[in-house]
């Protein structure tokens, strides 16, 4: 028996979007080749996404929509599937994420999820030698959290960069110019605010590695320490109390927000 006629759709979001999409496909007297046709992708890549072995694409979810005229079913579900591109330990930070009202990010080697274009995120993630398909549903999951930062209710963002970061190139010269151009961008938004720390500025209150701060309406704030294998999400008060002084030092360091944009600004111009 095939695994996508054995799939529980109770047992997870994205089983019920696998079996759904199948029962609708074959309901409507669609070959998965026909429907992969349209979706532009592989019948095989198809075959997975139904069988709940991969992640669909925002595309699919569009053109299912369109093929059996449920509206936004597929596109509605599809931000709550692509969650699994994310590691188990992973998923939970992301929750909180979009529970925040002020993120405070420190970064000290890539420029942070929420600002990365897509570019960028795709030379970050290829570099850690996953197969194709992995590194764009991963994409594709970094995009979509980024959708926080949009509307009335975007959260308060505040990013402090080590320099390093404007100076290392994941890639070609001019996907690094436009992640700097981008930074610059989202430095003009009201409820962003970028500061970089200058190299010159020597040994910092960072040096132990990235970190961020959620502070929720709800419930108790957060820090996020990223690490080697995996995150910590930690909770102590003591634990919240050292990662808001070492950030209160690390802006203390840092350029000004004005001078900081300037210098992402300069670094860009010098990628010719």
Avoid: C
């Avoid at 070959?31 to 592989?42: I, V």
């Avoid at 931000?79 to 000290?108: G, H, N």
């Avoid at 764009?136 to 402090?160: F, S």
């Amino acid at each position: 028996m095939a695994y996508a006629e054995t799939l529980d759709p109770s047992s997870s979001v994205l089983a019920f979007y696998a079996t759904d999409l199948r029962r609708r496909r074959e309901a409507a007297g669609l070959t998965q080749r026909a429907l992969a046709g349209q979706a532009h992708m592989a019948p095989s890549l198809l075959n997975k996404i139904e069988a709940g072995r991969r992640l669909p694409t925002k595309d699919l979810s569009e053109v299912a929509d369109a093929v059996f005229e449920t509206v936004d079913h597929f596109q509605r579900l599809w931000p709550l599937v692509i969650k699994y591109a994310y590691p188990t330990w992973f998923r939970p930070y992301v929750d909180l994420e979009e529970a925040a009202s002020v993120i405070r990010s420190y970064e000290v080697q890539v420029v942070p999820g929420l600002l990365q274009t897509e570019d960028y995120a795709r030379a970050i993630l290829a570099a850690r030698r996953l197969d194709r398909e992995t590194v764009e549903e991963q994409v594709a999951a970094r995009l979509q959290r980024q959708h926080i930062l949009d509307g009335k209710n975007a959260p308060e963002l505040w990013i402090v960069l080590d320099e390093n970061v404007l100076r290392r190139r994941p890639s070609g010269t001019a996907m690094m110019r436009a992640q700097l151009e981008s930074l610059v961008a989202a430095a003009d938004r009201p409820r962003t605010v970028i500061q970089v720390i200058p190299l010159s500025a020597g040994v910092h209150a960072g040096v132990g590695g990235p970190f961020a701060t959620l502070t929720l309406d709800e419930g108790p704030s957060v820090v996020y320490v990223d690490g080697f294998l995996q995150g910590q999400i930690l909770a102590d008060p003591a634990q919240l109390k050292a990662a808001g002084r070492a950030y209160d030092l690390l802006t203390a360091v840092a350029l000004p927000p004005d001078a900081s944009v300037d210098l992402i600004a300069a670094t860009a111009k010098e990628l010719t």
